[in-house]
C-alpha cells in the first residue's frame, strides 16, 4: 500500500515540478486478468503501444512492458493504471471484489473497455466493487476529455457495431473519478497495430489521444 502511495506522490511531484510525469521507467500500467470465460487477453498490442504513444507524445517514460495483474492479486496496488477489456463474461469473487475497492479508494484507475458483449456482464461485477454507486455517463465537458487533446464530443468512434454512439461511463467516489468505462467505442481495438483491424491512421490517431488523455488525468489527480 505504501509503495502504491509513493508512486502517485511521484508522479504528482514530477508533473508540477518538471513538467513530466516521472523521470525513471519504473512505473507500469497493468492489464486485468480476470475470471469467467472472457477474453481478457484481447487486443495484445494495444497498451505497449498506448505506453509508446505516452512516452513520445506526453513526456512519460512509463516501463514500455505493461504488467498483467489480477483482481484479487496484492501487486494491484502497485499499478496506477489498469485496463480491462474483452467480448464476454467477467466473473469476480466476494474476495477480488473487495480487493478490487481497496484499490480503487486507495487512489487506483480501472478503464474498462467493452470490446462489445461485455456490457451485461460487467455491470453487475462491478456493482459487487461498488453497490452503492450507478456507472453515470459523465458530460463533454469532463476533465477526462479536455487533458493534453480536446475531445468536445466525447469518446471518438473507432468500431460500428450497434449504430450507436460511444458512451463513456464512470464510478464516481466522494467526488473522484474511480473507474471509467468506454461503450460502443472500442477504444483498445484503436490502440491495436495498425494491420490487426486496418484502421484509419486518422481513427487510431484519435484513440491513441483518448487513452493519452486517460494516462494523463490518472496520474494528475
Request: proline share 6%; hydrophobic share 35%; charged share 20%.
Amino acid at each position: 500500500m505504501h509503495g502504491f502511495r509513493n508512486v502517485i506522490f511521484t508522479l504528482t511531484i514530477s508533473l508540477a515540478l518538471n513538467n513530466v510525469i516521472m523521470a525513471q521507467s519504473d512505473i507500469q500500467i497493468a492489464l486485468l486478468k480476470y475470471s469467467g470465460g472472457g477474453d481478457w487477453y484481447a487486443n495484445p498490442t494495444s497498451l505497449p503501444n498506448l505506453i509508446r504513444f505516452c512516452n513520445q507524445n506526453l513526456g512519460t517514460n512509463i516501463d514500455p512492458a505493461n504488467a498483467t495483474v489480477s483482481p484479487g492479486d496484492p501487486d494491484l496496488f502497485n499499478y496506477p493504471f489498469v485496463h480491462m477489456t474483452g467480448h464476454g463474461n467477467v466473473i469476480f469473487s466476494e474476495a477480488e471484489a473487495q480487493n478490487l475497492r481497496k484499490y480503487l479508494l486507495a487512489g487506483g484507475f480501472l478503464h474498462i473497455d467493452d470490446n462489445y458483449g461485455m456490457d451485461p456482464y460487467i455491470r453487475p461485477q462491478m456493482k459487487k466493487v461498488f453497490p452503492e454507486l450507478e456507472f453515470i455517463e459523465l458530460p463533454f465537458d469532463h476533465p477526462v476529455y479536455h487533458q493534453k487533446y480536446e475531445f468536445r464530443k466525447g469518446l471518438p468512434k473507432i468500431h460500428e457495431h450497434d449504430n450507436k454512439a460511444p458512451q463513456g461511463f464512470g464510478l464516481i467516489y466522494e467526488g473522484r473519478l474511480v473507474c471509467f468505462y468506454t461503450y460502443e467505442c472500442d477504444l483498445g481495438d484503436g490502440w491495436e497495430d495498425p494491420q490487426v483491424h486496418k484502421d484509419s491512421e486518422e481513427t487510431r490517431t484519435k484513440a491513441l489521444q483518448m487513452g493519452a488523455n486517460l494516462i494523463e488525468y490518472v496520474f494528475r489527480q
